[in-house]
C-alpha cells in the first residue's frame, strides 16, 4: 500500500481497503506512519466520513493492534458496559456490583476523565488501595475471585487506538462519527466480552448534543458489536441536566453507596436499573424478572455486599470513612424565586475541574476531596436564597467566589416548569 | 489563536481569520505548531478549499515569513517569469537572455526539479562553474552586472513554504488550489518584482490536466498578484507533448543556445516569443514593436551574447562544448506506418528521470548527459522505423531495451491525422 496514494483516495471520498485501513493502523500502531500522515487520513475520514464497512473494517484492525483478552470465550455469560461519558455519571460504580450480585459476570475497561466529564479511573483511584486490572491473568483473576473485573486502559490493548487518540485531540477530528465507534469499539472487542450494554449519552452536558447524533452513534456502535459477534443494547439516555447529584471522586463514590444501601439519587439509581435490565435480559432473564431480581438485590444489601468484596479483590478499602472529604465549602444559591427550567451540566462539569476533580490536560493531578453537590433538579420550585449547589473545595486554591457565581449562573430560573425529559430516550439493538 | 479551533473551523468549512492564517504560517516557519497539525490543516483547506481572501491572506503572511529581496523598489522594471512545469520546457533559458537584451531586467528564482518535469536549477547546473545567486546581495550584484539574475531558492525566502511543501507531498495534499498559489506566490513575492509573467502549463504532460483546473489556478495566481500590487500576464500554454524537442539538462542548454542562435526548435521558440512579448508589454512596449524587438535581438546576435553574459556572471563557462555529452543512445523507432496522434509527455519525462535526467525522490543525483531527443510530433507523419526519440544515457546502468518499449509505446500513431492543437490556449490577465 502506498500510503499517500490511499490518504489520496480518502480525501476524494473514496473507499479504503481492508488494505489500506490495515497499513493506517498498523502503521499507527508500530510508528511506521508519520504523525503527519495519520493526521492528514484523520481529517480526510472526520470530512469524508467512512462507510459502515469501513467502520468495521477499522475496528477491528485496531482491536488486532494489540493483545485480545478473549474474556467471552471463559466467560460467556460476562457483560462489558460502556457510557459515552456525562456529568455526574456514577453508573458503572453502582452497575458492577449490582449485575454482578445478580450472577452476571461483570467486566469494564475505565478510563481517565478529561474534560468536564469525570473518569470511572479517577473514581475508583479515590478509594484507597484499589488497583484495576493491568493485564488479562490479572482481570481473569478478579473474574473468577468476585465475577467483577475493573480494568485499566493498559499499553496492550488497541495501541493504534492510543496513538490516534492523542492525535485527534490535536488535529480537530475528535468529533468524527466512525473514529469515536472505532476508538469505543476496539477496546471493547479485545477486552472479548460476548454481550455489552451502551449508554449513549444526549444533550446539553453530553458530547452529543442532539438525539440525531446521539442516534447516529448508538446505532453505529450497535452495527459494529453486531458485526463482530457480539449481542449487545444500546440506550440513549438524557444528559441535559447532570445525571447524579454528585460530581467529584469521593464525593460519586459515596453517592455510589448510597444507591448500593437502597437510598441516593432517584436519577442515578433509575438509569443503573435500566441499564442493569439490558445486562440481564441479555444474559436471558425475562425483562420483569430483571427488574425484580435487581430490585432485590439493592434491598437485601446483597449488591452492597458484592460492592464490598469487589473493591477488597482489586486491593481496596471499603470502609467509606477511608473516603476524602472536602476541607471548605461555598454554597451557590438561587438568586430569585422560580422553577428550575435549566441545569447546565458541562458548565458544573467545568467547576468541578476548575475545583480539581477533573482534568483540563491529560497530565493533571486530580483531587479526589474535590466536587460540586447539586441540590436542585431541572423542574424544581425553588425560593430565593434556596442553595442550588455546593462547591466542595479539595486541596488547589481556587477562586471560590468566582466559581460560586459560575455556579449560580449555571442554574436556569423560570416563571414556569419546563416540560419534564424522560431520563431514556430511547433503546437501539432490542428492548426490554 | 487557539490553533485546534482553528483547524476545526476550516474542518467544517469555514473562513479562516487573519489571526489564525498568521499562526499558521508563524507555527509552520518557527515550529511551534507541530506536523501534525499543519498536516490537518493542509487536509482541511485541501478538502474545503479556501476564499480568495484567505489564500491572499496565507500568500502575503506565508511572504513574510522569511526575507524580503524587493526587487521592484530597486529595478522597478525587472520582470519575473514562472512556470508550473512541463517536459522539454527550456523556455526560461531563451526568455532571460532575450528579455534582458531588450534592456527589461529578468530576475528568475529557479528550482530542482522532482519527477517528470525538470527543473530550471538542474539544467543551469549543466554549465560548468554555474551559481545561481543564493542571497539578496548577489542576487542586486548580478542585475547590476548583467540585468538578469537566476537565483536559486533559499532558506531565508518563505521558510513556511519549504515545511507546507514537504508535508503536502506526505499528506496528498499537493493537488490543493490555495495551496499551490500560495506556495508559488509567497516566492514570487518575497523576491518581489514588481512584474511578472506566468506560464500555466495545461494538458496530460502538466500537473493540471483540464483547461478548467489550469484557468482556475492561472485566474488565481493572476488575482494574488494584482492583490499584492504586482503586475502580471498569465498565459495557458499547451503540454500535451513536450514543449521543446530535448530532455535533459545539458541538452536543454544545448536546445536554448539553438534558439539564441536563431534556430532551434520552433514551439519552444514560439512560446518563449509569446512569453516575452508579454514581459516587454509590461514593461510599456507595444505589442507589434515588442515581437520586432524580441525577433531583431534573435537575430542580430544580442540575446546569445546576453546569455554568454549572464553565464559569465553567474561563474559559468559559456563554451557549449563544455557542456555534459551522453556515453552511448538507443533509439526508439515508429513500428507501424502513420500519423503521430500523441506524445506522451509525462511518460518521456518518467524515461528521462529513469535514464538520471531527473529525480524521483529529492536527495536522487541528476546526470546532466542523460535525457531524451524527440524527433516526431504530433500530426508528423512517419513511416515504419523511423526514429521516433533517442534516449541518450549518461552514467547510469538502465534498462536500455524496457525503456526504448516504453519510449516506443508513447508516441501513438493512427490512420488519420489528429486536428492541429494552440500552442497558447488562453491568455489571463491582460493580452498582447
Known amino acids: 500500500v502506498n500510503f499517500v496514494e490511499a490518504i489520496a483516495r480518502k480525501r476524494d471520498g473514496l473507499e479504503l481497503s ?91 475497561m475505565a478510563g481517565a476523565g478529561l474534560g468536564h466529564t469525570q473518569g470511572t479511573l479517577d473514581k475508583l483511584d479515590a478509594i484507597p488501595g484499589f488497583h484495576p486490572a493491568e493485564n488479562r491473568a490479572r482481570a481473569f483473576q ?149 427488574r425484580r431480581q435487581l430490585a432485590t438485590r439493592l434491598a437485601d444489601g446483597s449488591a452492597l455486599a458484592k460492592f464490598r468484596e469487589l473493591v477488597e479483590a482489586h486491593g481496596g478499602d471499603p470502609d467509606e470513612k477511608q473516603l476524602a472529604r472536602p476541607q471548605t465549602a461555598v454554597t451557590a444559591t438561587a438568586r430569585r424565586e422560580g422553577y428550575v427550567t435549566a441545569v447546565d451540566a458541562e458548565e458544573l462539569g467545568w467547576i468541578a475541574v476548575a475545583l480539581g476533580a477533573g482534568r483540563r490536560t491529560s497530565t493533571d493531578e486530580v483531587d479526589p476531596a474535590a466536587g460540586v453537590a447539586v441540590h436542585a433538579r431541572v423542574g424544581e420550585r425553588v425560593s430565593a436564597g434556596r442553595p442550588l449547589a455546593t462547591l466542595e473545595l479539595g486541596v488547589r486554591q481556587v477562586d471560590g467566589e468566582g466559581l460560586r457565581a459560575r455556579a449560580e449562573a449555571a442554574f436556569g430560573i423560570g416563571d414556569e416548569a419546563p416540560a419534564p425529559a424522560p431520563l431514556v430516550l430511547e433503546r437501539i439493538g432490542g428492548s426490554t
Open 18 to 108: 481492508h488494505e489500506e485501513i490495515e497499513a493506517f493502523v498498523q502503521g499507527a500502531s508500530d510508528g511506521r506512519v508519520g504523525d503527519e500522515q495519520l493526521a492528514a487520513m484523520l481529517m480526510a475520514i472526520c470530512i469524508r466520513g467512512a462507510s459502515a464497512g469501513e467502520t468495521q473494517n477499522l475496528v477491528e484492525t485496531m482491536r488486532d493492534s494489540g493483545a485480545l483478552w478473549r474474556v467471552g470465550a471463559d466467560y460467556p455469560a460476562a457483560v462489558d458496559k460502556h457510557s459515552t461519558g456525562g456529568v455526574g455519571d456514577t453508573v458503572s460504580l453502582v452497575f458492577a456490583p449490582l449485575v454482578a450480585s445478580c450472577g452476571v459476570p461483570v467486566v469494564m
Open 142 to 290: 478478579l473474574l473468577d475471585r468476585c465475577g467483577v473485573c475493573f480494568a485499566a486502559q493498559s499499553e496492550e490493548i488497541a495501541p493504534a487506538d492510543r496513538r490516534l487518540y492523542l492525535l485527534r485531540d490535536l488535529t480537530a477530528t475528535v468529533p468524527s462519527l466512525p473514529l469515536i465507534v472505532a476508538s469505543i469499539m476496539s477496546k471493547k472487542l479485545a477486552v472479548g466480552a460476548a454481550r455489552l450494554v451502551l449508554d449513549v449519552k444526549c444533550g446539553s452536558g453530553a458530547f452529543l448534543k442532539t438525539r440525531k447524533a446521539a442516534r447516529e452513534l448508538a446505532e453505529a456502535l450497535v452495527g459494529v458489536a453486531h458485526g463482530a459477534g457480539v449481542e449487545v443494547r444500546a440506550l440513549i439516555s438524557d444528559m441535559t441536566q447532570p445525571l447524579g447529584s454528585r460530581l467529584g471522586c469521593a464525593s460519586e463514590v459515596r453517592a455510589a453507596l448510597a444507591v448500593l444501601e437502597g437510598k441516593g439519587d432517584p436519577r442515578l439509581r433509575d438509569l443503573t436499573l435500566e441499564l442493569g435490565a439490558e445486562a440481564l435480559t441479555l444474559a436471558g432473564h425475562a425483562p420483569d424478572e430483571a
